[in-house]
């Protein structure tokens, strides 16, 4: 099992940032994937970025050059730097998990970022 516990959501006006962090526990895989996704009221689930244990990294068209995926292996926590944030970033945001044997995505809680205009 895998757990995931994010942090760092809340309110920000447009042009504002935010950071979100998730710290992960339990039986990781040494290869891995984590990564955030947020889904917005009325809206799919999207991918916003990923980041693999070797640091590739992969982003949304929509948040390219605004955000950034980074992690700590040492601590095995995933952040996601968001910057000029726009109203349409509004979602909550979930943090994934993926790599062990039993090829499952494990998910945070979830975590509300709201942009105000």
């Known amino acids: 099992q895998v757990q995931l516990v994010e942090s760092g959501g809340g309110l920000v006006q447009a042009g504002g940032s935010l950071r979100l962090s998730c710290a992960t526990s339990?039986?990781?895989?040494?290869?891995?994937?984590m990564g955030w996704h947020r889904q917005a009221p009325g809206k799919q689930r999207e991918l916003v970025a990923s980041i693999t244990s070797g640091g590739t990294t992969n982003y949304a068209d929509s948040v390219k050059g605004r955000f950034t995926i980074s992690r700590d292996n040492v601590k095995n926590t995933v952040y996601l730097q968001m910057n000029s944030l726009k109203p349409e970033d509004t979602a909550v945001y979930y943090c994934?998990?993926?790599?062990?044997?039993?090829?499952?995505?494990?998910w945070g809680q979830g975590t509300q970022v709201t942009v105000s205009s």
């Open positions: 994934i998990y993926y790599g062990n044997s039993d090829r499952r995505p494990y």
């Open positions: 339990g039986r990781l895989a040494s290869i891995n994937t």
